[in-house]
């Protein structure tokens, strides 16, 4: 007949493991804490399609009399730095130091772009003008807080030799200056093999080398210390439409960082999360922070955003891809283009710990 111990033993036993078990926790949050604390230290080089994203608020109380569509009484309008630039508003908004790099037009948007980026406390002093080339700019039309249709006017080709060539060179110049070399691509041109290319040679520098590929340039990136892609686009890369179910997406996640030669890969899921896949661990699935959603736009730049500072800053993937979603999910419940900043990540993580 087994002894039974006694109950004091038990209650010993109980008592230690509930003490090293919130011991671990902890050393995780202490950890986690500094990890953010090392954020507002780094220097970042962005490279990428920027943008303007102008919002047409108003309301639609009626039909055109012209065709079948509503008419939208516009009240007032606002805009924000979009695409890259507003990589560079998540940074700024995390505590980085950020230097850009882009391609505007020799218009009152691009100036426009200049002085918000300029706001944000970036150094703008690469931004080449291309007097043939208009500033993107992508319009929403609002009603009610609810996006009726959006207007684009942009040019989808490639920039000017002239441009890729001083883009090139100020990557050269400047990335050994900075921390981490953050790739927003947004298959607006700016971003084309040559400039790919030569952020990537970075790394020999010490740069860690971040990029939010498009299917069409992600070759490019062999080398690259993180690659991140949508669920559609990784599909796209793969393949294959089955990257859905988690068997799947581990099984071609992991052959499909192995195929683009970089050191992690993270595919996003929107509400369903994430998925990472590193040259030396397993694969990692990190749910999403269960919140309520009011407007997806920018989540992935945010995303983008927290996971390559906490990289950088020393946290290991487990602990920066959670980040990353806390950051995502504070972004969601905001309306328009938003940012986490450093604080409120901070207080969410210290609210709601894992």
């Known amino acids: 007949m087994r002894a039974t111990p006694p109950r004091g033993l038990s209650r010993h036993c109980r008592t230690t493991a509930r003490y090293n078990e919130d011991h671990l926790v902890a050393q995780v949050a202490h950890t986690t804490l500094t990890v953010l604390d090392r954020m507002t230290e780094l220097k970042v080089l962005v490279v990428g399609d920027l943008m303007l994203d102008v919002y047409l608020w108003g309301h639609a109380s009626r039909i055109s009399p012209e065709a079948p569509v509503m008419v939208v009484e516009v009240e007032r309008e606002t805009s924000v730095p979009g695409g890259a630039a507003n990589v560079v508003h998540n940074l700024a908004a995390l505590g980085a130091r950020v230097r850009v790099l882009g391609v505007i037009g020799d218009d009152a948007p691009g100036e426009q772009l200049r002085n918000a980026l300029r706001e944000q406390g970036a150094d703008t002093e690469g931004l080449v003008v291309d007097a043939g080339r208009p500033t993107t700019v992508k319009s929403r039309v609002m009603s009610h807080h609810r996006q009726v249709m959006r207007i ?203």
Do not use: W
């Not at 883009?167 to 400039?195: M, N, W």
């Not at 970075?202 to 993180?226: I, M, S, T, W, Y």
């Not at 996640?253 to 509400?271: H, K, N, P």
């Open 152 to 354: 684009d006017r942009e040019n989808k080709q490639p920039i000017s030799p002239a441009a890729e060539a001083e883009i090139c060179q100020q990557i050269e110049a400047f990335g050994p200056q900075h921390d981490v070399i953050l790739i927003s691509d947004y298959a607006k041109g700016l971003v084309t093999p040559r400039i790919a290319r030569t952020a990537t040679a970075q790394r020999e520098q010490g740069c860690f080398v971040a990029v939010n590929a498009k299917p069409g340039q992600v070759h490019a990136f062999a080398g690259a210390d993180l690659v991140t892609l949508n669920q559609i686009e990784a599909e796209q890369v793969a393949g294959t439409a089955r990257l859905a179910m988690e068997p799947d997406i581990r099984k071609h996640g992991a052959e499909l960082r192995s195929m683009l030669d970089v050191r992690t890969l993270v595919i996003t899921q929107g509400g369903r999360g994430m998925s990472a896949f590193s040259h030396d661990q397993d694969p990692l699935v990190v749910p999403a922070v269960p919140v309520e959603v009011y407007d997806v736009a920018g989540a992935g730049d945010t995303t983008i955003s927290t996971l390559t500072m906490a990289l950088r800053a020393g946290a290991d993937l487990k602990t920066a891809s959670q980040l990353a979603m806390r950051a995502a999910s504070i972004v969601v419940g905001k309306l328009g283009v938003a940012t986490a900043t450093l604080d409120e990540l901070r207080d969410n993580y210290l609210r709601v710990q894992p």
